[in-house]
């Protein structure tokens, strides 16, 4: 990434990166921010809301632009391309930015990346969009009661998510939830975090967070979780730093509410980085047991025992392991496998809206397979009697409730029903056949999915 002198260069270079390259975009956000961090808090907000803003109005952004524009988006020479979409969401969703800034900002930036001859043309695009501004906006918010086939790309449109996604979606939940699921993705915000209050009682931990002027909001669902915003480096926070707070969402934290660990349990998470959910039970055996967190590459075993070291416990250990390698020292030694596998993310796009962007319909039979290829080996570590923990962060039912129908088909696994394990305040019929699937705009949480099973004992395996 090259050198930059303002927040606006960044978050074309950011953009730029994950749009035209494939990069992740709170990979390379993280790391740009990591890189200039000289930047003020409130450069740093603008290029976190520009940037996420941008990927995740994407697909409005481009259909305003191809009302505006001859040269239609996907002709248009890349670092203009970017150049409006990120000027585009200024103009229509940040009104403390006056549009007049925008467009000059944008004309400016086209002529320091050479291409002075655009100037006019990047120019008057945007004043046009300008001049409609509230036009615009009432028409891309104008609510869809119901979305027939024919209604499929104004929805696309409205809800900035594609069409092919958005027809899948109707079909596994139907219309309403399906636009509860894509409202709530554009009104997500804030960070939320796990309190390890073996480590600390959350009154400290709340004390800590706010005497940092953060902002903390506790949750009805877990008094573990907290959702915090306000705060510039998450590294520079003392909770953060004494390992009191982990970053992770309320769904997360519920699977491992749902996992229910025993005193002195042998734990083996099969794909753990960065160590969420290791940490988390690891929290729940209070000091007892073990909790081996696994992962394919030594550069994502570091990121856990970096986790270790900074919350200090002494009951989990990381290791290198491929999943879908056999380990036959592992075979029949876990009282629980946890198993949150590679999966569509489509359940955090409110938090990583380039998700929708890159994924496919191919790639998704693709993690399918991989999934199911993981499974066939993990089971195999969880002991008689012992309990297989099935979770991804995605809504999709060939990746959730047909896999755990899968593995009730092929393998001694049968459904433990975890009716109660999340509070009274979830309930589901779902909750008896062993899994949940979280949904944004239902629950307050990513999509999430999470399925207990229990390994059958020697006398009641079939033959």
Not at 250 to 272: E, F, H, M, N, Q
Not at 385 to 401: A, F, M, P, R
């Amino acid at each position: 990434m090259t050198d930059v002198t303002n927040s606006r260069e960044l978050a074309l270079e950011i953009l730029l990166e994950i749009l035209e390259k494939g990069g992740y975009s709170h990979v390379v956000l993280r790391q740009a921010l990591g890189k200039y961090q000289y930047l003020s808090k409130q450069d740093r907000a603008f290029l976190t809301r520009v940037t996420e803003g941008t990927l995740e109005y994407l697909i409005q952004i481009d259909w305003v632009l191809n009302q505006y524009s001859k040269t239609k988006v996907q002709k248009m020479k890349p670092v203009i391309r970017t150049i409006l979409r990120m000027s585009v969401y200024q103009i229509l969703y940040m009104d403390r930015i006056p549009d007049s800034a925008a467009c000059n900002e944008a004309v400016k930036l086209a002529g320091k990346r050479k291409f002075s001859g655009l100037k006019g043309f990047v120019n008057g695009v945007l004043r046009s969009v300008a001049r409609e501004k509230e036009s615009l906006l009432r028409e891309l918010s104008e609510e869809i009661v119901s979305c027939p086939q024919s209604e499929h790309g104004r929805a696309s449109i409205r809800y900035s998510v594609p069409e092919w996604l958005l027809a899948m979606w109707i079909r596994e939940l139907g219309w309403e939830q399906t636009r509860e699921v894509l409202s709530a993705f554009l009104a997500a915000g804030g960070t939320t975090v796990r309190c390890n209050l073996n480590l600390a009682e959350k009154s400290r931990i709340l004390e800590s967070l706010t005497g940092q002027g953060v902002l903390c909001q506790e949750s009805i669902y877990s008094e573990k979780v907290l959702t915090i915003s306000g705060y510039d480096y998450l590294e520079s926070l003392e909770a953060f730093q004494n390992g009191w707070i982990q970053v992770q969402d309320l769904s997360s934290v519920l699977a491992g509410d749902a996992a229910a660990p025993k005193t002195g349990d042998y734990v083996i998470d099969v794909c753990a980085a960065p160590g969420g959910k290791s940490l988390h039970v690891a929290d729940m055996l209070k000091g007892t047991g073990m909790v081996e967190a696994r992962d394919l590459t030594w550069q994502k075993v570091e990121l856990i025992q970096e986790n270790i070291q900074r919350t200090g416990f002494d009951n989990i250990r990381a290791r290198q392991q491929d999943a879908l390698e056999l380990d036959e020292e592992s075979i029949e030694q876990a009282d629980m496998v946890l198993a949150d596998l590679p999966c569509s993310g489509l359940g955090i796009i409110g938090k990583k809206p380039d998700i929708k962007i890159h994924m496919t319909p191919e790639k998704l039979e693709s993690l399918v397979t991989l999934q199911r290829d993981i499974l066939s080996v993990v089971w195999q570590y969880v002991k008689p009697g012992g309990t297989l923990v099935y979770s991804t962060c995605t809504i999709h039912k060939e990746e959730n409730q047909d896999n755990v129908a899968w593995l009730l088909q092929h393998f001694p696994l049968e459904p433990v029903d975890i009716t109660g394990r999340f509070g009274p305040q979830i309930q589901d019929a779902s909750l008896k056949e062993g899994w949940m699937q979280f949904l944004p705009g239902k629950h307050p949480c990513d999509g999430f999915f999470v399925a207990v099973l229990r390994r059958k004992p020697v006398s009641s395996r079939e033959n």
